[in-house]
């Protein structure tokens, strides 16, 4: 029974591993930082993706219902994202260490992430039990994770495609970032166990800020209000770190990981971009920062899995 209760939302393991990997790759350039770290995340990353897809995949032939159900759920469903954007992040980690497999795997994640996109906002449009208070900052990942697409695309050779990712992406960060503020401002506050997912505000402009100097080959006005914004909510969340650190684990710190990943990545970029400083401080705090905090939920995950407190049924 407890197969059937493995959850899609531990694809969000594999996404933050995968962005550390991203960040020791790129401090091997920024901060001088040796290649064996960025390899070994990724190995580490690619061991923990394949026991996930193995775990879910015997779900899905076991209990399809279950799957179903979780398609139908207004958290759930846009967790089923993280897979595409698992694969995505693969395809650009790739480039560095094993170029012939990021192309596939590049392509093979953004076109599955374009059918969740497509699906998960058709059940937003045609629903019949979604309302405001279910909505939360994970409901970024399938449309707004669009905007992971071109931080390789462009290196690959398709930059069409990338701005057409892209485009996506930016577009549906705005229209749900404003009904995600509009539900915490103006509604119930977020349940304990979905407080963590306000750590994903930070990635779509951490992102779309790497995403968008690679389209364009440089830094200009929009770049600038990306990185800045993503900033100012790194600030933001990290000033209420203690109403963080009081609530008690669950999958969701896992929300945590990728967001301050993008955000250390963006911030080198913008370091090799402008040359000041105070960037090339910042993203050595970021980097160690986001290594320790992921270190501690590989941690946290793996008590909790050796006490059976993983794939239960919701309380």
């Not at 795997?105 to 019949?128: D, K, S, V």
Request: with cysteine; hydrophobic share 60%.
């Amino acid at each position: 029974m407890r197969l059937a209760h493995f959850p899609v939302a531990l694809f969000s393991m594999s996404l933050g591993l995968l962005g550390l990997t991203l960040v020791w790759q790129q401090a091997r350039f920024v901060l001088g930082a040796p290649r064996f770290i960025g390899d070994g995340l990724l190995g580490l990353a690619a061991s923990v993706f394949t026991l996930i897809v193995i775990g879910y995949g015997l779900k899905l032939i076991r209990h399809p219902d279950a799957v179903v159900a979780e398609m139908a759920h207004p958290i759930k469903i846009s967790f089923f994202a993280t897979f595409s954007a698992s694969l995505i992040l693969f395809g650009t980690a790739l480039q560095t260490a094993l170029p012939p497999l990021a192309l596939p795997l590049w392509a093979l994640g953004a076109a599955t992430h374009l059918l969740f996109t497509i699906m998960i906002i058709n059940r937003w449009m045609h629903h019949e039990q979604f309302e405001v208070t279910h909505i939360n900052p994970a409901w970024f990942i399938p449309a707004v994770g669009n905007i992971l697409v071109p931080i390789a695309g462009v290196n690959l050779g398709y930059p069409s495609v990338a701005w057409f990712f892209f485009s996506i992406g930016v577009v549906f960060w705005l229209v749900l970032l404003s009904i995600i503020f509009y539900r915490v401002f103006f509604h119930a506050p977020l349940p304990e166990r979905l407080l963590p997912t306000l750590f994903i505000l930070i990635a779509p402009p951490a992102a779309g800020f790497v995403a968008y100097v690679e389209l364009i080959g440089g830094i200009d006005s929009f770049a600038r209000v990306q990185v800045n914004i993503a900033l100012f909510f790194t600030l933001l969340l990290l000033s209420q770190v203690r109403r963080f650190a009081a609530l008690s684990f669950t999958l969701s710190f896992w929300a945590y990981s990728f967001p301050l990943a993008a955000m250390s990545v963006a911030m080198m970029r913008y370091h090799q971009l402008t040359d000041t400083p105070w960037t090339w401080q910042l993203s050595v705090v970021l980097s160690i920062l986001t290594t320790l905090l992921i270190g501690w939920l590989v941690i946290l995950t793996a008590k909790a899995a050796m006490h059976g407190r993983i794939c239960l049924p919701d309380s």
